[in-house]
């Protein structure tokens, strides 16, 4: 008799069996620990000769029990059992332990019973004519299947949250049941202990429905139920509307005007115009093309007019010089004042350019939407890329400030006019204004802002945004923008050097990082190497034994502190720096993936790494790191590695899982997130695939 584990149980007259409730069990009648049946009979023992009751004398032969079927029977569902023997009249009635079950004469050989579900295990059937009775078989029933309880569709408007939680029956053992949801609608989140899916659609996700595939698994199991999510298209500012339109070679550009209503600006500006420039290839290849984002810097007159014939480029316009989040709500009628709002009407109408063309134009790639912007636009790029993170495969920041409350003074100055001061209070999003921008916060508490990627570059010599915008703390949570990308394990190649606010570094020059990073395009047709999509994961890698060291935001005596300079020197004088730490170098730098190899499954996440050691120039200075993809240092270099943006490889807090690497093996357990990372793997040139399984998979340790 076997248990679910494959040991012995057998189950007795105590034993749960539902013969009404098909989700149910069925405990029958019990007194003294004895089971009764509906008459209040006591069932008999099997092969005992107890005394008869005159009137249910027969003459005859007891009857005989030949085979059940089915044998094994399902568990978990109501089934009919067929009982083969001989001796059997319309009164003869089948007993499953000890209990009797609705019983239908097919032939004087032959009986039909209606059994409800059963858990797994071993159950005792005899048949009753009167007094007699047959000797007994064993019916085993099996696993029973877990049971998905879930709407079939539902229904939500944007902006609003909706909750959906899944119910789901074991007879077994309900609590060990995994249940994954796959498919998710973009921004959407799985709480698996709690079994919610929780969703809250933008104003850009109307109109739009997902499919969420819901799996329930009990170790032996699996079974599958679907649930559409609609999302009703509510909330629909006007559509941009083209101006002017302008032929190039490779590319068109549309000039468009963005006219707002009161979701896109606040009600006392509701009505304004604002220019944008959309630019787009005049050829695109049959399987489409990215989408840039370029946000532009402080004091821009005029939105970009660059294109390109690899990419639609979007360019929005931000005059008003809000950072690209947006300002109070009382404006223009009413300064901040305490208790009010300060909505982010400038990221929105980024968000409603994205849309527009995503809806326009058929060859933008929706998975490859990215970000791209340097000083005020390098904390737009990375305060949207992080907060709506769903809908970007990739964040380009350069010279930008993660952490609003350490802008200079003159910064924090002009902000506050928009955003209300930062003691004022002005909310969004539940919380201060203020600390909802504040990125390391974001990390911190938001698993979708620690799925992106950042690329980020800073200067030490910058005296515009200082690079106390990368290694200074949050007031919030006391960690700098590179301690959170560190410590929350996001994707990240974040690089600096002795360049000022624009101005590049007197001896490495600019882009002297790589010669082939570039994750949304590669670097020709087919290049698959550290590619990027909103739709695929990737590993996120950090704590590098070759990362440099950016310092800890203290001084090195070189000089002094300024509010608004921070440590700067001056950029045309090498190594004069007041930050503490290398003069240039990166973290993240020179580990690739093959996005081709990328394997995302409930059970498995495996990718192939490597170290990139390729073109580029040694070191031009003692204390300055090499250009290029010339690799610095020995081999292998050894990072951490934790799988990021899976949508099918999630792990519960706590649990257990195998990896291997080459002949390297081992285990390691999912942290308070459910994030596994893998700790200091030696990666070399040589491709090497990194596998992880959940735990009792079938990776030998």
């Known amino acids: 008799m076997q248990s679910r584990h494959g040991s012995t149980r057998l189950w007795n007259l105590s034993v749960a069996a539902s013969l009404a409730l098909p989700l149910g069990l069925w405990t029958p009648a019990c007194y003294d620990g004895v089971a009764r049946d509906p008459q209040g009979l006591s069932p008999e023992e099997p092969g005992e000769d107890p005394d008869q009751d005159p009137i249910l004398d027969r003459d005859g032969p007891p009857p005989e029990l030949d085979a059940l079927s089915p044998n094994p029977a399902p568990g978990g569902v109501e089934f009919d059992l067929r009982v083969t023997g001989a001796g059997f009249d319309p009164d003869t009635v089948v007993v499953l332990a000890g209990l009797p079950l609705p019983t239908t004469l097919e032939s004087p050989g032959e009986l039909l019973a209606r059994c409800g579900p059963l858990p797994r295990g071993e159950y005792p059937v005899h048949v009753r004519r009167g007094a007699e009775v047959s000797r007994e078989r064993a019916l085993q029933v099996g696993n029973a299947a877990p049971r998905i309880v879930a709407p079939a569709a539902v229904t939500v408007a944007e902006d609003e949250p909706l909750v959906v939680t899944v119910d789901v029956a074991d007879v077994d053992d309900p609590a060990s ?138 360019a929005p316009h931000d005059p008003d010089n809000t950072y690209w989040w947006g300002y109070a709500r009382s404006l223009p009628l009413e300064p901040p004042t305490p208790g009010g709002e300060a909505p982010d009407y400038t990221a929105r109408r980024v968000l409603h350019l994205v849309e527009w063309v995503l809806r326009s134009f058929p060859e933008a790639d929706p998975e490859r939407v990215y970000l791209f912007g340097s000083s005020m636009g390098g904390a737009g790029a990375m305060t949207i890329g992080l907060v709506h993170a769903r809908h970007f495969a990739y964040v380009d920041a350069r010279l930008g400030q993660a952490i609003p409350r350490n802008h200079r003074p003159a910064r924090l100055q002009q902000l506050s006019e928009l955003w209300g001061a930062p003691d004022l209070g002005l909310a969004h999003g539940g919380m201060s204004a203020w600390d ?266």
């Not at 999509?533 to 704590?543: E, I, K, N």
């Open 177 to 314: 049941v995994r249940v994954h949801a796959l498919g998710l609608p973009p921004g959407a989140l799985w709480d698996e202990p709690s079994r919610t899916l929780r969703f809250t659609p933008d104003f850009i996700q109307g109109g739009e429905r997902w499919t969420v595939t819901l799996l329930a698994d009990d170790g032996e199991a699996r079974v599958e139920a679907s649930v559409d999510v609609d999302v009703l298209d509510t909330i629909q500012p006007p559509a941009p509307a083209i101006v002017a339109t302008d032929e190039f070679a490779e590319h068109v550009r549309l000039t468009l005007s963005q006219v707002t209503d009161d979701y896109l600006d606040s009600p006392g500006f509701a009505g304004r115009e604002f220019a944008a420039v959309v630019t787009v290839p005049v050829d695109p290849p049959p399987e489409g093309v990215p989408v840039r984002v370029g946000l532009h810097g402080f004091g821009t007159p005029e939105p970009s007019t660059s294109g390109s014939s690899r990419e639609i480029r979007i």
């Open 436 to 701: 909802f921008m504040d990125l390391t916060r974001a990390l911190a508490e938001d698993p979708r802002a620690r799925d992106q990627f950042l690329f980020t570059k800073h200067g030490k010599d910058d005296p515009t945004i200082h690079f106390g915008a990368a290694v200074l703390p949050s007031p919030l949570t006391g960690d700098s923008l590179y301690d959170a990308l560190q410590v929350h394990r996001v994707g990240h190649f974040a690089v600096w050097d002795e360049g000022g606010h624009g101005d590049l570094d007197p001896v490495l020059g600019g882009s002297w990082w790589s010669s082939s990073w570039s994750p949304i395009h590669g670097d020709g047709d087919g290049d698959t190497e550290a590619r990027l999509r909103r739709d695929q994961a990737f590993p996120a890698f950090s704590s590098s034994s070759h990362d440099d060291d950016p310092g800890t935001g203290d001084g090195n005596g070189k000089q002094s502190w300024s509010p608004n300079r921070g440590y700067a020197g001056d950029v045309p004088v090498p190594g004069d720096t007041g930050w503490d730490g290398d003069l240039a170098g990166a973290l993240g730098r020179w580990l690739r993936w093959d996005a081709a190899s990328v394997v995302d499954t409930v059970d498995r996440f495996q990718v192939a790494v490597r170290v990139v050691d390729g073109d580029g120039a040694a070191p031009p200075k003692a204390g300055y790191p090499s250009k290029g993809d010339r690799l610095s240092g020995d081999l292998p270099v050894r990072v951490d590695i934790t799988p990021r943006r899976t949508r099918a490889f999630r792990c519960l807090p706590g649990e257990r899982v195998t990896w291997s690497f080459g002949k390297d093996r081992g285990e390691v357990v999912a942290d308070e997130t459910g994030a596994v990372t893998i700790p200091a793997l030696p990666l070399t040139t040589s491709w090497r695939t990194l596998t992880l399984r959940r735990h009792g998979l079938g990776v030998t340790l």
